[in-house]
């Protein structure tokens, strides 16, 4: 039995209020019938009831100073709750709300409820793990929305258990990561004795043959990246990425991957620049990460911009804290129906242009994934037919 813990109650109302007495007599029509306007607001008002009571989801509602004024019995079956011992309560005592990573958000920024408080804009799919005890705490995807009634402001929660979900996850991570180890050796093996080959090592070749090695060559390195990106998301899903920030040069890590890549913008006629100012600020990143974010953002341009187009990396300043890195186009522009889905895992699009151009749907999702790992943000401007810009923050180095 949980104890049942001191509360504030006066005031709360249950799940469910009583159906509101309506006077007003206005017909309405229902399936072709005439009704009155109290008959239809109390049948809304009895669904809006019944959902809330049979849904699986937990909802909770908490006013503006994070207390708990109802809740459904969903609740009870996620967290163990009775509505005796949680309407009034603190939402600390209830809910708890850590990250994935088991940061408790509570009286932080992060926390989903100031947020919304703050903001007055709905809050969707944030997932998080709820719950004080731990035999009750689960992994939920969360959606927050900010109501005002009688000049109080309410947040209701809904929260939906993705336990068995993430787990499903996990094991296909594992599943993806084991294969992706296996693959990798033999891979390295094949790329080797080709370049072997490819050099002379086991006798002349003739340029026909040089060709056709050198196409083999090429796919399997993208075979390799591949395995590569993968095992690198597998690893960050683990728990396993480490940043080691160190003080990095950004016009030399521009310079790095720009040179990096001017084979593959000779070939699709693009023309690379840069537009860094000198002496360049310093950043405290990873530096091999962050060449991949660059290379990651600026290959993906190249592949969207028709010949004759340019790609551009630029700085300026974001804060005291952050320099803003932007990666520009003049290419196509990225389609609307395309744009929330643009940092998902795989997502390939539908459009008939995009998808002429190949990949796999991994690099912009691992640029997210570092830049937010060093603490930054990624986002993106598009208008079509001209260009898209990615941008994001990357920590400045400080001698603190």
């Not at 620049?273 to 953002?297: A, E, F, R």
């Not at 990666?327 to 002429?356: C, K, L, M, W």
Request: include cysteine; charged fraction near 20%.
């Amino acid at each position: 039995m949980r104890k049942r813990p001191q509360k504030d109650n006066g005031g709360v109302q249950c799940i469910a209020p009583a159906v509101p007495e309506n006077r007003e007599e206005t017909p309405g029509t229902i399936n072709g019938k005439q009704e009155h306007t109290s008959t239809v607001k109390r049948k809304d008002y009895k669904f809006l009831i019944a959902l809330a009571a049979n849904t699986s989801d937990a909802i909770i509602t908490l006013d503006e100073n994070y207390r708990v004024r109802s809740i459904n019995p969903a609740v009870t079956t996620t967290l163990a709750w009775s509505p005796e011992d949680a309407l009034g309560q603190p939402c600390t005592s209830i809910l708890r709300c850590q990250n994935l990573n088991h940061t408790e958000l509570c009286g932080t920024s992060s926390c989903p409820l100031t947020r919304v408080l703050q903001q007055k804009q709905p809050l969707a799919n944030e997932e998080l793990i709820i719950g004080t005890a731990p035999e009750h705490s689960c992994e939920v995807s969360v959606n927050a929305t900010p109501i005002e009634i009688e000049n109080t402001q309410y947040v209701v929660l809904t929260a939906r258990d993705i336990s068995a979900l993430k787990m499903a996850n996990r094991v296909r991570s594992n599943f993806v990561s084991m294969v992706s180890h296996e693959l990798r050796t033999p891979l390295n093996s094949v790329h080797g004795f080709i370049d072997l080959l490819v050099q002379g090592h086991m006798g002349e070749l003739t340029e026909e043959q040089r060709k056709y090695l050198g196409y083999a060559q090429e796919g399997v390195q993208q075979l390799i990246s591949i395995v590569e990106d993968i095992l690198f998301l597998t690893r960050s899903d683990s728990g396993q990425f480490e940043i080691k920030p160190q003080q990095v040069n950004l016009r030399v890590l521009s310079r790095q991957v720009l040179n990096s890549l001017q084979p593959q913008a000779l070939k699709a006629s693009v023309i690379l620049n840069k537009d860094i100012p000198s002496p360049s600020p310093l950043l405290y990143v990873n530096p091999q990460h962050m060449k991949q974010v660059l290379n990651n953002l600026v290959m993906n341009a190249i592949k969207f911009t028709p010949p004759g187009g340019t790609v551009t990396i630029r700085s300026r300043p974001y804060d005291e804290r952050f320099l803003m890195i932007s990666v520009s186009d003049t290419g196509f522009g990225i389609p609307f129906e395309d744009r929330p889905h643009i940092f998902e895992r795989f997502y390939q699009s539908n459009h008939a242009r995009q998808s002429r151009m190949g990949g796999y749907g991994l690099g912009l999702s691992i640029a997210k994934l570092i830049v937010e790992q060093h603490g930054g943000t990624i986002g993106f401007d598009s208008v079509l037919e001209h260009g898209t810009t990615f941008y994001f923050t990357a920590p400045l180095y400080t001698e603190q």
